[in-house]
């Protein structure tokens, strides 16, 4: 997973109480008093408590919790939607929360922009005047407004519409405004609010597609909430798990999956199936020889390599690492008692013997590792060779997700039969 | 227990208007200024123009904002109000009612919005809102008299008073009523509070604020008759005058007009929120 490694937002220590006097609340927290006991004395309500992460640029960056977890109010935080009890948001390095009104509206208009759950189109504006009002707001002029509002539109594939109303519109094409109005200001930021959690099962995957199709062309930072983990694994290049306002987690799918910090994230990943999510590349291990071959190789040379090595096979690469072929002992011995010459290498390749793409999930490779005699071996996107899945490093990742839900499942009976 | 009243609130009443009148005519006469100026200029205008240019102008308003058969209707109610020979008491009516309407949205339109906007603003406005629906008029038409002195100015500023509550209302409710995931969405595009407020929330909240258009006309006209008591002209007139002569076809010929001009209003203002 290539990635660039530019911090875009950083949010440092953010806090919000929701109540008439919120310093108090906030002394309590301070005190290391938590949610309940804060809500049970004061009456008030802490809605996002201490949380810090970083969103690096052109990432899609998914906060994920279930209803009251606090990520709808973190995301308005980041725009100042809601006003942060405490904290900073840093964009570009420049402090959000420090912003005086104009130069937040300054922001808002040119920065960052928001897509909405419930679509909060404006009913009495054409889907193009809907896709136009940032620029609008930013003071366009007509004609550049226009063109810019029907490239937006033309985007997620709605110009025919332009001049249609909203409410003519089904919820999926709806959503596909609201899209079009946050990409048509080009902001450095789409802020994205539940953005499809209102549309159909069938509809949603198409717009998580069509999301990451559009992040393919164009990169964008997207911070996405949600409260569905296949939409959060779909999309999200990270994730942060929220629980009660409070950050538990920030990583890769694979890494939450794999490493999950606490119960609440290890049940969050409960009925996932994890070969959907942990990819070739995160179980790649480089433990089988490699032959470097910079002319043609040769047989003896690899006979020699496999015998010293003490396995059965061995993977030929050239000299920028690039994958060609697999050898067997028991087939370069058998080419060499037939009388074959001792070069080149590849007429003892295995036929049909391939890689696997480092981005593969672990559902994709299952053909190859059930199959193959081999350790399958996985290449990145410039076919350079990054070593072998085995089919024991295959069970075992495959057993220790399993572990992990099988001991979830002792505790939960456990507790139920308290 | 209560056989003699010890608060004299009747005496300190009278004390305050009589202070009020003897210190301060001048800023009465200078809120009556621009309502007697609009009145003045809205009733010599109605009353010069020929008829058949109002009876279309207002067919014309009533195809527009419904169709074909309100436009029928205004006609032949106008044609047959002139026929009862109340034209110019109805244009002076008409004059009256407009002039109260427009006022009453001047000042009832924005007071609604900072209504909408401030919930201890709503809370001081409401009870003066409810004071001024439920007053009975009779109480304010002599402190009316006394500070404005009888005849039509005196009339809309009664009407004014009576009829304002509506439209203040019905915008406070409108603004409320639009989606605040609207406003948010403004907000998180960049909007001002102004551009909210002007390009979101008036727009949608614009057929709620007719409908209150529509009653605070409805309730001017309503006041035509009561205003006629300190002296307004207009349909009102004929009707006082009937009643104290106890001429009941004369009465009878006065409320006619009012119901039918009632009517004509009512549809056109209705079909006009509606369209929105």
Partial sequence: MKRDKMDKIVVENLFKIFGPQPEKAMELIKKGHDKESIHEKTGMTVGVNDASFTVQAGEIFVVMGLSGSGKSTIVRMLNRLIEPTAGRVLVDGKNVTAMKPDELVRFRLHTMSMVFQSFALMPHMTVLENAAFGLELAKVDKDKRKERAIQALEQVGLEGWADSYPKELSGGMQQRVGLARGLAVDPDVLLMDEAFSALDPLIRTEMQDELVKLQEKHKRTIVFISHDLDEALRIGDRIAIMEGGRIVQVGTPEEILQNPADDYVRAFFRGVDPTNVISAGDIVRDTYPTILITKTGSLRAAHELLSSSDRDFAYAIDAQRRFLGIVSSEGIQQALENGAKDTPLSQAFIKDAHAVQIDDSMQDILPEVASWSFPVPVVNEENVYKGVVSKNRFLRTLHRTEQDRAEEDEALEARQEN | ?276
């Fill in chain 2, 1 to 276: 227990m209560f056989e003699e009243g010890v608060i004299p609130l009747d005496i300190w009443v009278s004390r305050f208007v009589d202070w009020l009148v003897n210190n301060h005519r001048d800023v009465f006469q200078a809120i009556k200024w621009p309502i007697e100026q609009t009145l003045n200029g809205l009733d010599t205008g109605l009353n010069a123009l020929h008829p058949v240019i109002v009876i279309a102008a207002v067919a014309i308003a009533a195809w527009r904002f419904s169709g074909f058969g309100l436009a029928i209707f205004s006609v032949v109610s106008m044609v047959f109000i002139g026929l009862l020979g109340m034209w110019a008491d109805t244009m002076t009516t008409l004059a009256m009612v407009l002039s109260s309407v427009l006022f009453c949205c001047l000042a009832g339109i924005p007071l609604g919005i900072l209504a909408a906007r401030s919930e201890r603003f709503d809370s001081v406005l409401r009870p003066v809102l409810d004071a001024m629906q439920t007053t009975p008029a009779f109480v304010y038409l002599v402190p009316i008299v006394m500070l404005f002195s009888v005849g039509n100015v005196a009339g809309v500023l009664a009407t004014i008073v009576f009829a304002m509550p509506p439209i203040t209302r019905l915008t406070n409710l409108g603004i409320r009523q639009v989606h605040p995931e609207l406003v948010e969405a403004a907000q998180a595009f960049g909007a001002t509070e102004w551009q909210v407020l002007v390009r979101v929330q008036i727009p949608l909240a614009l057929p709620t604020i007719l409908a209150g258009l529509n009653q605070t006309i409805m309730m001017a006209l309503s006041m035509v008759v009561i205003a006629a008591l300190i002296g307004a002209g207009g349909l009102g007139s004929p009707v006082i005058l009937g009643l104290n002569t106890l001429d009941i076809g004369l009465a009878v010929v006065g409320g006619l007009g009012i119901v039918l001009i009632a009517m004509v209003l009512d549809r056109i203002t209705q079909s006009m929120a509606q369209k929105k």
